[in-house]
């Protein structure tokens, strides 16, 4: 009975073991995954470089893909998805090469488009089957599954109005209704609220979190309001004039700004960034008026009155960086034109 006892217990630890280790494979494997990964991707229309040389990776998950409108967003994706020709570089979409899988990897994608997409004449439904029936599915299938996407966004009422009567926001939904139809691993949507009101932007939003959680897909989120990203996006991927100025972890990009001054002096700056990098302060950036600088200890602000005092420069604004997107991103553009 002992050895038997022993022989039991030995075979569940054995169990346990193996179990664990699938899972803490599975939890690696989730993190390190790439969605997208491009390398020296650019795209060139004539002479304007709209993607210049791009070198980026999007994360599974939920990434804010974000640019100033003509920062080479809509490009990046059209290029992606073969609609545009590349100059140099490659991608590859969930592993797959975008050259030699280029069917593969349309059918594993959505594309929720920025400029109209929708064909008059079609009802709701009959569209949304349609952009199913493009990607392989059987009729029957893809008109099962059109009728349960427009229940999900949000116009299960009006599937059978054509499509030319909706107003803007249903018609943003039913851009995005044909985009997930087909189950897609990865979501791309531009400017998904485009043109629509506070309400419907709101709604919008709370799709977008509802798609990523409910459906289980990444999803590629291009817009210029940061506002969008910082509410519905993990990761951010910035990007400008076709070249990327950041890509990290929402909460990391505002973290960097924990225990940080913005300070504006006049008098002798270069010796008063000296005496406070002597002091253990770090320079976090600068345009000509404004220096932002992290502190070595919370709430050390009598460094910063201390370096005023030894270097004898007036102190004209001295606040805490309270940091949102949209200030980073515009730091980060100030800087990237700094080392033109």
């Given at each position: 009975?002992?050895?038997?006892?022993h022989?039991?217990?030995?075979?569940?630890?054995?169990v346990i073991?193996?179990?664990?280790?699938?899972l803490?494979?599975?939890?690696?494997?989730?993190?390190?995954?790439?969605?997208?990964?491009?390398?020296?991707?650019?795209?060139?229309?004539?002479?304007?470089?709209?993607?210049?040389?791009?070198?980026?990776?999007?994360?599974?998950?939920?990434?804010?893909?974000?640019?100033?409108?003509?920062?080479?967003?809509s490009s990046?994706?059209?290029?992606?998805?073969?609609?545009?020709?590349?100059?140099?570089?490659?991608?590859?979409?969930?592993?797959?090469?975008?050259?030699?899988?280029?069917?593969?990897?349309?059918?594993?994608?959505?594309?929720?488009?920025?400029?109209?997409?929708?064909?008059?004449?079609?009802?709701?439904?009959?569209?949304?089957?349609?952009?199913?029936e493009?990607?392989?599915m059987?009729g029957t299938?893809?008109?099962?599954?059109?009728?349960?996407?427009?229940?999900?966004?949000?116009?299960?009422?009006?599937?059978?109005?054509?499509?030319?009567?909706?107003?803007?926001?249903?018609?943003?939904r039913v851009?995005?209704?044909?985009?997930?139809?087909?189950?897609?691993?990865?979501?791309?949507?531009?400017?998904?609220?485009?043109?629509?009101?506070?309400?419907?932007?709101q709604?919008?939003?709370e799709?977008?979190?509802?798609?990523?959680?409910k459906?289980?897909?990444?999803?590629?989120?291009?817009?210029?309001?940061?506002?969008?990203?910082?509410?519905?996006?993990?990761?951010?991927?910035?990007?400008?004039?076709?070249?990327?100025?950041?890509?990290?972890?929402?909460?990391?990009?505002?973290?960097?700004?924990?225990?940080?001054?913005?300070?504006?002096?006049?008098?002798?700056?270069?010796?008063?960034?000296?005496?406070?990098?002597?002091?253990?302060?770090?320079?976090?950036?600068?345009?000509?008026?404004?220096?932002d600088?992290?502190?070595?200890?919370?709430?050390?602000?009598?460094?910063?009155?201390?370096?005023?005092?030894?270097?004898?420069?007036?102190?004209?604004?001295?606040?805490?960086?309270?940091?949102?997107?949209?200030?980073?991103?515009?730091?980060?553009?100030?800087?990237?034109?700094?080392?033109?």
């Open positions: 009975m002992i050895g038997m006892k022989h039991f217990e030995f075979i569940v630890g054995i073991f193996v179990q664990t280790a699938i803490i494979s599975r939890m690696i494997i989730r993190e390190v995954f790439l969605a997208v990964l491009l390398d020296k991707f650019t795209v060139v229309y004539g002479k304007k470089m709209a993607v210049d040389h791009l070198s980026v990776s999007f994360p599974e998950g939920a990434t804010g893909l974000l640019g100033v409108n003509g920062a080479g967003k990046l994706i059209k290029g992606l998805l073969g609609l545009v020709p590349l100059i140099d570089g490659s991608a590859t979409v969930m592993g797959k090469d975008i050259h030699t899988d280029s069917r593969q990897v349309r059918q594993i994608i959505g594309y929720m488009p920025e400029d109209d997409c929708l064909i008059p004449g079609l009802t709701g439904v009959e569209l949304v089957r349609y952009a199913g493009l990607v392989g059987p299938d893809a008109m099962q599954r059109a009728h349960d996407v427009l229940f999900a966004v949000g116009l299960g009422e009006a599937r059978y109005r054509n499509v030319e009567s909706y107003s803007s926001g249903m018609q943003q851009k995005l209704a044909q985009a997930i139809v087909h189950h897609p691993k990865l979501l791309f949507m531009d400017e998904p609220t485009s043109g629509m009101d506070p309400k419907g932007r709604e919008m939003l799709l977008i979190q509802y798609i990523s959680s459906f289980d897909m990444s999803i590629v989120l291009a817009t210029h309001i940061l506002a969008d990203v910082e509410r519905t996006c993990d990761h951010v991927v910035m990007i400008h004039e076709g070249r990327a100025l950041v890509q990290d972890r929402v909460d990391d990009l505002r973290g960097e700004y924990i225990n940080t001054v913005t300070i504006r002096v006049e008098g002798d700056r270069k010796k008063f960034q000296e005496i406070l990098v002597k002091k253990g302060c770090t320079l976090l950036g600068e345009d000509r008026q404004l220096l600088v992290k502190l070595p200890d919370k709430g050390n602000e009598q460094l910063i009155l201390k370096a005023v005092i030894e270097t004898g420069v007036v102190l004209r604004k001295l606040v805490p960086s309270i940091q949102t997107l949209e200030e980073v991103f515009v730091k980060r553009v100030k800087g990237q034109h700094a080392d033109l």
